[in-house]
Every structure is written in C-alpha cells, then in structure tokens.
C-alpha cells in the first residue's frame, strides 16, 4: 500500500511522513523528490523547466520505483509529495493502479493564514522561503478544483505533527 501525503510546500508533509512511519509498522518513506533530484542531474541536462514533475519521465519513474520498492519489501510506502496537476496525478494514480497498488491519498491542508506563518518560521529552508510561497496560490487553486475531491483532507491548522501523524496512522488503520 501507498500511503501519500499530498498538500503545499511547507504543509509539513516530510514531518509527518516520518511521524506517520513510526506509527504505521512495516513502512517506509519514499521522497519522490529524489526521483527529480536525479532526472536534474542528467548531463547534458533535460530541457528547461520550473518544476521537475513537468518532464514526463517523472511520473512513471515514481510509478515503477515504488512498485519495485513494495515488491522487493512488501508493507507500506508512505510518500510525502506535492502535486497540484491533476493530469499528473491521474497518470501516478493510475499507474499505481495498474499494478494493483492501492493508495491512499491524504491533503494536508492548513488555512492560508496559518500556512503563510509557518511558511514565515521555516526554519528547514528560511523564513519566507520564495519556493514555497509561489505554490501556495497554485495548491489554493488545485484545492477549490479537483484536489480536495481526490484525497482525504486533514486539516492540520489546529493540529500538531503528532496528531496529524495519528490521524493518518489510524485512518490507514482501519
């Protein structure tokens, strides 16, 4: 099973993540990033973009390194990533679908107003980081169209890591 964790930058997906596995026995984390961290990486390098997940390797290599990842494991991958383009995640979905991989799709969701002062403390990539603040108006816009309506929403404006952690851990639970 894929346990992703969906929502902005700075929505405290990696936190959670690694509170998520503590609590979920057999699992593991699997930062996607690191998938465009190495597509990046490609020398000569891939054609210019603002965002890795627009090169359309990104996606099935997700896809195919967490279905080899949970055959040679088994248990749980939980997956701490943003993606606000609906068409990609219909193609992540589906991909994982197609390999009979269930998957369930968490939004951490906080107000703008907690967002943004959160964003303001970071202390992981400085306060007010610029890269996070230019997603928080695409995921208000993924958010009010499709993403909501894709995923099980947590509403972490009131909740620590932990109990967002334990939300998830028991919904995946039961």
Not at 7 to 23: D, E, I, M, N, P
Not at 112 to 130: C, E, F, H, M
Not at 138 to 158: F, Q
């Amino acid at each position: 099973m894929i346990v992703w964790l969906n929502g902005t930058h700075g929505a405290g997906k990696t936190t959670a993540s690694g509170l998520v596995r503590q609590l979920l026995p057999d699992s593991r984390v699997f930062d996607a990033e690191k998938v465009g961290e190495t597509l990046m990486d490609i020398t000569p390098g891939l054609p210019r973009t603002t965002n890795f997940q627009h090169w359309p390797p990104w996606r099935p290599l997700v896809v195919e390194t967490a279905r080899h990842v949970l055959d040679y494991t088994g248990g749980i991958l939980v997956i701490p990533m943003t993606v606000l383009v609906e068409r990609y995640w219909r193609e992540i979905s589906a991909g994982l679908a197609q390999h009979g991989i269930p998957v369930r799709h968490f939004v951490l969701h906080a107000d703008q107003k907690t967002l943004l002062r959160r964003i303001a403390g970071d202390t992981v990539t400085g306060p007010n980081s610029p890269f996070r603040l230019q997603y928080v108006e695409p995921y208000a816009e993924a958010a009010r169209t499709w993403l909501h309506r894709e995923a099980e929403v947590v509403d972490t404006t009131h909740l620590t890591p932990e109990q967002t952690a334990q939300h998830i851990a028991e919904a995946v639970k039961s």
